[in-house]
C-alpha cells in the first residue's frame, strides 16, 4: 500500500537531511503511528505521501503509484484516495460543519445531491448528528476535528493521514478521536498517524516505528511509545 | 453546479475587492482605448495614403521673369516627357482665384495679396508618383523654373505628424497596460491571500488546478472585457463628438473613419484585454499557488 525505499529528504539550505536513507512498507488495512521527537522528520513523512514535497533520493509509492514520478498534474486526482486530518484541523470559519464536508465533495466535481446523500451520513458516523449547521465556532475541538475527520473520510479514501490530530485536545477528547479512527480503520482504511502523544500510543498497541534524527530506530508490531 | 460556483466566486472575489477592481478596470479602459485610437489611427494613414497618394500632383512653380520661350519650352519638355501622365497649367489669376478660397476666412490677409504675388505653375500628374525624382531631374535642366513641389512631401510630413500621434498612443497604451497588469498581479495576490484556507482545502481533498485557479483568472478576465467594453465605448463616443462634430473640419482632410472599423475594435480589445488578463492572473497564480 505504501513503499519508502532509501529515501533521502534533504530541505534546500538544511545541514542534514530530515530523512536519511529511510526504507519502510505499510500494509492495507494496517494502523501505523511514527512517533518521534519534534524535527526528527516523522512530519516529512505525511508531506512525502501528499507528495507536497518529493524525496531529494529514494522511492516512494502510494497506492501501487510511484510518487516520484507522478507528473504535476495528475496529483490532484492522485490525492483524492488520500484523506489527511491536522492537529489545526484547517476548516472553514464561515462554512458550518455540513458545508465544510460538502466543500470537499463539490470542489472535487460530485454533484449536490451527493453530497446530500453522502455528508449526513458520514456526519452521523462521526458522531456529528444534529450537529450539521453548527458553525466551528461553535463546536468544541473535539468536535471540530471530528468534521475534520469526516471531511476527509467522506470521498472513501483507501488512506488517512493524520498529523497530530489529537495535538490540541485533552486526553479525553483524544481517546474519542482515536476511537473513531479505529472505527474508520476497521472499514478497511489504512491509518497512518503521526504523533508525540504518548498515553494515545500505549493504549492503542498498534504498530509503531519511531523515528529519531531522520532515521528508523525501531519498527514493532504491538509497540507502546518507549 | 461547477460552472455556478465559478461565476459565483468570480463575482465574490470582484466585489470583496471593489476599490481594487474599479483601479484595474480603470487602467484597463484607459490602455485599451489608446491601443484602439492608435490601431484606428494606423489604418486611418494607410487608407489616406492610398486615397492621397492617387491624387498626387507634382508643382512646376515658374520664375516671376519667365519669358514666353522659357515657358513653351518647359511646356514641350513635359509634354515629351514619358514620366506624365497629364498635366494642367496654372494662370497667377487661376491661383489667385485658388488662393482666395483657401484663405477665405482672413479677407485682410487676401487684400494684401494680389495675383501678381503667386507664382504660375505648371500641375503635373505623373503616371507613378514614385518617380517624381526621375522626373525632377530631367525638368532641373530648364531656364525659367523657380521651384518644383512633390506634394507627396507635404503629404508626407503630415504623415509624420499622424505617426509620431500614433506612437505617442502606444507608448501611452504600453504604460498602462504595465499599470494595468501589476493591478491584476496584486488583485490576484490579494485574492489568493483571502481564500488561502479554501485553496488549502481544495488542494488537500485533490481539487484540479483548473477548478482552483479558474474563478482567479477569470475575476481578471471579468475585469479586462469590462476595460476593453468601456474602452471601446470611449472610442466611439470620440469619434463621434470629436471627429463628426466639433473637429468637422479636419475631416476633410482626414478621410471620414468608416463605423466598421470603429467596430471592428471591439473585438479586438475585448481579445487584448480578456487575454492580457488571463496571462497575468495565470503567471501570478503559479507563484502564489504552488501545487
Not at chain 1, 518529493?54 to 510518487?67: A, C, F, Y
Not at chain 1, 490532484?76 to 460543519?97: E, K, M, W, Y
Not at chain 2, 519669358?67 to 519638355?77: F, K, L, W
Not at chain 2, 470611449?234 to 473637429?247: E, I, Q
Request: hydrophobic share 45%; proline share 4%.
Amino acid at each position: 500500500m505504501i513503499q519508502l525505499e532509501n529515501v533521502t529528504k534533504t530541505y534546500p539550505k538544511a545541514s542534514r537531511p530530515s530523512l536519511d536513507d529511510v526504507s519502510v512498507g505499510i500494509e492495507k488495512g494496517e494502523f501505523v503511528f511514527f512517533i518521534g521527537p519534534s524535527g526528527s522528520g516523522k512530519s516529512t513523512i505525511i508531506k512525502l505521501l501528499l507528495h507536497e514535497i518529493g524525496p531529494t533520493r529514494g522511492k516512494v509509492t502510494v497506492n501501487s503509484k510511484d510518487v516520484t514520478s507522478l507528473r504535476s498534474w495528475k496529483i490532484p486526482h492522485f490525492r483524492r484516495s488520500i484523506g489527511c486530518v491536522f492537529q489545526d484541523f484547517r476548516l472553514l470559519p464561515n462554512r458550518t460543519a455540513y458545508e465544510n464536508v460538502a466543500f470537499a465533495l463539490e470542489v472535487i466535481g460530485k454533484t449536490k445531491a451527493v453530497a446530500r446523500r453522502v455528508v449526513p451520513e458520514v456526519l452521523e458516523l462521526v458522531g456529528l448528528g444534529g450537529k450539521e449547521h453548527r458553525y466551528p465556532h461553535e463546536l468544541s475541538g473535539g468536535e471540530q476535528q471530528r468534521v475534520a475527520v469526516a471531511r476527509a473520510f467522506v470521498n472513501r479514501p483507501l488512506i488517512l493521514l493524520a498529523d497530530e490530530p489529537t495535538g490540541n485536545l485533552d486526553p479525553d477528547t483524544s481517546i474519542e478521536i482515536m476511537r473513531l479512527l479505529d472505527r474508520i480503520n476497521r472499514t478497511g482504511t489504512t491509518v497512518v498517524m503521526v504523533t508525540h502523544d504518548s498515553n494515545i500510543v500505549n493504549q492503542m498497541r498498534r504498530r509503531v516505528i519511531e523515528i529519531e534524527s531522520g532515521r528508523i530506530v525501531r519498527d514493532q508490531a504491538r509497540g507502546v511509545y518507549g | 453546479m461547477r460552472v455556478k460556483y465559478v461565476l459565483n466566486e468570480v463575482l465574490v472575489g470582484l466585489w470583496r475587492n471593489v476599490t481594487m477592481t474599479v483601479a484595474m478596470i480603470i487602467t484597463m479602459t484607459v490602455s485599451l482605448t489608446m491601443l484602439g485610437a492608435s490601431v484606428l489611427l494606423y489604418m486611418q494613414v494607410n487608407q489616406m495614403k492610398d486615397f492621397y497618394y492617387g491624387e498626387i500632383e507634382v508643382s512646376i512653380f515658374l520664375r516671376e521673369d519667365v519669358t514666353e520661350a522659357q515657358r513653351t519650352a518647359i511646356n514641350q519638355a513635359i509634354d515629351a516627357n514619358p514620366l506624365v501622365q497629364s498635366k494642367t497649367y496654372e494662370t497667377r489669376e487661376e491661383a489667385f482665384e485658388k488662393f482666395k478660397v483657401l484663405w477665405r476666412d482672413s479677407p485682410d490677409f487676401i487684400n494684401s495679396v494680389g495675383p501678381e504675388s503667386l507664382p504660375e505653375s505648371f500641375r503635373v500628374k505623373l503616371k507613378d508618383p514614385e518617380q517624381y525624382a526621375a522626373f525632377a531631374d530631367q525638368m532641373q535642366g530648364q531656364q525659367g523654373i523657380q521651384d518644383i513641389v512633390d506634394q507627396r512631401e507635404l503629404l508626407n510630413k503630415v504623415f509624420d505628424i499622424f505617426n509620431s500621434i500614433q506612437v505617442m498612443a502606444l507608448v501611452v497604451a504600453a504604460v498602462m497596460a504595465l499599470a494595468a497588469l501589476l493591478l491584476v498581479g496584486n488583485t490576484i495576490q490579494v485574492a489568493a491571500y483571502s481564500k488561502r484556507r479554501e485553496v488549502a482545502v481544495m488542494k488537500l481533498v485533490g481539487a484540479s488546478n483548473w477548478f482552483i485557479q479558474a474563478p482567479f483568472v477569470l475575476e481578471a478576465v471579468a475585469a479586462g472585457l469590462i476595460g476593453s467594453i468601456i474602452g471601446f465605448i470611449a472610442l466611439f463616443v470620440g469619434k463621434v463628438v470629436l471627429l463628426d462634430g466639433r473637429l468637422q473640419a479636419l475631416t476633410n482632410v482626414l478621410t471620414p473613419i468608416p463605423n466598421g472599423n470603429v467596430w471592428l475594435m471591439l473585438p479586438l480589445l475585448a481579445a487584448v484585454g480578456a487575454g492580457v488578463s488571463a496571462i497575468t492572473a495565470w503567471i501570478t497564480l503559479r507563484f502564489y499557488l504552488k501545487v
